[in-house]
């Protein structure tokens, strides 16, 4: 029988929809989450589920991915309708309830945007589409390059932390890695499973791709594989790693959150979402995690975790 869960959550958002992106703040203060219905949210990360959200309207299409800039003050949204849209944050204007508009919208791709990052400096980021590229624009909207060589959808995309490199995944089975100027790096191959979230370790040395073949892989930069990560019983459509790469969340069409530790290992099981799990981010110290449903509900998680190695601190 498996240990109860040190993790501990709260219901912080019920929607009339699915809930499909969410990614914290730099500070840990607040998070943004999107809709199916287009809509974007944000909202201070210790307030209850009966505290406003700031609405932002503009995408006539699922929102499926967030990115918020290093100094907090904007962020990117990526929507199945073809666009990603730039928004201007005010944290001290978190309970205001009348909707914002986005400061740009950029538009290039020929089809649905799945994923979008921002750069560690936050004066360029990257969109990856339905229409088999990834886009790199400057932070004022305009394009700087089109990388191609995908064959299929590309899900997802992350830059590393020192703004040199970048990947992605698509479904044509691989994760292509890429220099910033937008040429290729390298190709990694051998697994069978559409990529759907990519995440990079905090010194730029490893990867992690979370999987439809239920599996989340990790992988050395140079290429070689480090651990398979099994037990999700479904799709893992999105993976975070913890601001130290000590450990990592995943998340899935079986409903549940799983931590591990870097190595593979399996530390802990987080249930509490009614369907299947779309995204999951991890706050700035490691004190709180939040996931998104299609239980149209947000959760945000905390643990001291003492009792899996791991020390944090709920601020």
């Not at 998070?31 to 909202?43: E, N, P, Q, T």
């Not at 089109?146 to 490199?165: E, Q, R």
């Not at 509490?272 to 149209?296: C, L, M, N, Q, T």
Request: charged letters at 20%.
């Amino acid at each position: 029988m498996r240990k109860p869960s040190f993790w501990r959550s709260m219901k912080v958002q019920d929607h009339g929809g699915a809930m499909c992106a969410v990614a914290i703040a730099p500070d840990g203060t607040y998070y943004a989450s999107g809709a199916r219905d287009g809509f974007v949210y944000l909202k201070a990360t210790d307030k209850p589920l009966t505290a406003p959200s700031r609405s932002f309207i503009g995408h006539r299409g699922t929102v499926k991915k967030i990115a918020i800039a290093p100094d907090g003050t904007w962020m990117a949204s990526a929507s199945e309708d073809g666009t990603v849209r730039l928004w201007e944050i005010d944290p001290a204007g978190l309970g205001r309830t009348d909707p914002a508009a986005a400061s740009a919208v950029l538009t290039g791709h020929t089809s649905g945007v799945r994923g979008v990052a921002i750069s560690p400096d936050g004066t360029w980021l990257a969109s990856a589409s339905e229409d088999g590229t990834v886009r790199l624009w400057n932070a004022d909207g305009t394009e700087r390059a089109v990388l191609t060589g995908h064959d299929g959808t590309v899900f997802t995309v992350a830059i590393s932390p020192d703004g040199a490199w970048l990947a992605s995944a698509s479904r044509d089975h691989t994760v292509r890695l890429w220099n910033a100027d937008g040429t290729e790096r390298a190709v990694l191959t051998g697994h069978d499973g559409t990529a759907y979230s990519i995440a990079i370790s905090p010194d730029g040395t490893w990867l992690a791709a979370a999987f439809s073949d239920h599996t989340v892989r990790l992988w050395n930069i140079d290429g070689t594989e480090r651990a398979v990560l099994t037990g999700h019983d479904g799709t893992v459509f999105a993976v975070a790693i913890s601001p130290d790469g000590a450990w990592l969340m995943s998340a899935g069409y079986d409903r549940t959150i799983r931590m591990w530790g870097a190595d593979g290992t399996e530390l802990d099981v987080l249930t509490g979402h009614a369907e299947e799990v779309f995204d999951v981010a991890i706050g700035p110290k490691g004190s709180r995690v939040v996931s998104v449903s299609d239980d149209a509900s947000v959760r945000v998680w905390w643990t001291a975790a003492a009792e899996l190695g791991i020390t944090v601190t709920i601020t």
